[in-house]
Nanobody, 119 residues
């Protein structure tokens, strides 16, 4: 069974930093596009940042210049470095892995990690 396990969330003051990690198991990690999504209370889940198998990245406008997504295929881990955090970044952050193979989409989610930005 595929597992995506997030870690690194917590409480941080505005302007602070956190690094989220997502460790994958039981998948061929290198072929997956990996992403970080957030979901604030009462709102839909939305993409924060993504990184393809080739290393191309994309970011939501709200986090450009503050967040950096990276991956380590040897460790089957994707990271989200979050700097200059704002109260509006408060949400549950989810790791996602997606790929297509032989016409079938494989899409997996982690359980989420809470990030709270507050003084």
């Amino acid at each position: 069974q595929v597992q995506l396990v997030e870690s690194g969330g917590g409480l941080v003051q505005p302007g602070g930093s956190l690094r989220l990690s997502c460790a994958a198991s039981r998948i061929v990690f290198s072929i997956y596009t990996m992403g970080w999504y957030l979901q604030a209370p009462g709102k839909q889940r939305e993409l924060v940042a993504g990184i393809t198998s080739g290393g191309n990245t994309n970011y939501a406008d709200s986090v450009k210049g503050r967040f950096t997504i990276s991956r380590d295929n040897a460790k089957k881990t994707v990271y989200l470095q979050m700097n200059s955090l704002k109260p509006e970044d408060t949400a549950v952050y989810y790791c996602n892995a997606v790929t297509k193979n032989w016409g079938k989409t494989y899409n997996y989610w982690g359980q989420g990690t809470q990030v709270t930005v507050s003084s």
